[in-house]
């Protein structure tokens, strides 16, 4: 089995299991939380105490590194049936949601996958966007697939900027390879009005990050109309799995996490309100020991914690899991419940 001739810097880690027991027929892209070179990317995974490595890294100007052999089994993604089967890839990202990554890395990333494909002979790369599909399926010979970490542990990587792209990313590879789509798109369903998670509709949400897609359908198997490159708020017709109908017409937005879009309040008629404003402000946190999560919800990954009880500006406010209100600091670190903080 070779290895990527991709690959630009090699330094091998001796976090892996050896040879697989499983062929190839999976790809796990990651985030590595922070925008590492490709040696960096390495030089997380050599010493045995990290118990940690990944097959490839990409580092932050689109350079590829090997860290573990295609032959052998990288500990990667807290999943050993799927390290087995997989080829795993770090990928440069910026250290908070949506740990979005620049375009050197995912045009590497498309190149990196293509080249996989082709030494393992598969013509397609898919996406089904769902955790037990996957894990069900039995890929066919030329077939190779799309899993995540998140589906194996209470982590968010990938990543929401790389997760929403892993359509994408399936169809340009399986393109490259001459194959069919490289996703499997779903009957399209009829929109359902509620949503026991969201507000009766028509509500509002404000999109948070300036890169959302817009989907034809409620799901990311279904194809892109466009995308969001600014900031705005919108009115929500329909909800669906965790999907949001505009009301332009324009498609369907994930409103499941925070760090995409603020839900809003009810609103009456089809006016679509002007963006309310969010004046940043600054907290004393009272508890003597405070997490900082990776997104706005205790379902994310911690990122350090507070111990001095001293005072942080929030830049941003957002509703999630475990909290009544998370706050993302100024700093960029992540977020942290403001439940145990006072403003001053």
């Not at 798109?185 to 404000?206: C, D």
Request: aromatic share 8%.
């Amino acid at each position: 089995m070779s290895n990527s001739s991709l690959v630009s810097y090699t330094k091998l880690s001796p976090n892996h299991s050896g040879q697989r027991t499983h062929s190839i027929d999976r790809i796990t892209p990651h985030c590595v939380v922070g925008q590492l070179s490709a040696e960096g990317i390495c030089g997380c995974f050599t010493s045995t105490s990290r118990q940690a490595s990944c097959n490839y890294g990409i580092g932050t100007d689109g350079r590829i590194s090997l860290c573990v052999e295609e032959k052998n089994r990288s500990w990667c993604s807290s999943s050993n049936a799927n390290d087995q089967r997989a080829v795993t890839i770090e990928c440069a990202s910026d250290m908070s949601e949506p740990y979005a990554m620049n375009s050197k890395v995912y045009a590497s990333l498309i190149n990196l996958c293509v080249d996989i494909c082709k030494r393992n002979g598969k013509k397609k790369l898919l996406w089904f966007g769902d955790k037990t599909k996957t894990l069900n399926y039995s890929p066919k010979s030329d077939e190779m697939v799309i899993t995540v970490h998140r589906w194996f542990a209470n982590k968010s990587c990938p990543g929401n900027w790389l997760y929403a792209r892993l359509g994408d990313l399936a169809t340009q590879v399986t393109n490259k390879l001459g194959g069919n789509t490289g996703t499997t798109p779903a009957t399209p369903a009829q929109p359902t009005t509620t949503n026991k998670n969201f507000p009766s509709v028509p509500f509002t949400v404000e999109v948070l990050i300036p890169d959302l897609n817009i989907r034809k359908g409620a799901g990311m198997n279904y194809a892109t109309t466009g995308k969001y490159t600014g900031k705005g708020v919108f009115t929500i017709t329909a909800v669906q799995n965790g999907w949001g109908k505009l009301k332009s017409g324009a498609g369907w937005i994930y409103l499941e996490n925070a760090s995409y879009v603020k839900i809003g309040s009810s609103v009456k008629g089809t006016s679509t309100p002007s963006a309310p404003s969010f004046s940043p402000y600054k907290v004393k946190v009272t508890a003597d020991v405070l997490n900082i999560r990776k997104g706005a919800g205790t379902n994310y990954g911690t990122n350090g914690s507070i111990r001095d009880k001293g005072i942080y500006t929030i830049v941003a406010e957002s509703s999630g899991k475990g909290a009544a209100k998370w706050g993302k600091l100024k700093s960029g670190a992540g977020w942290i419940s403001l439940d145990y903080c006072k403003k001053v």
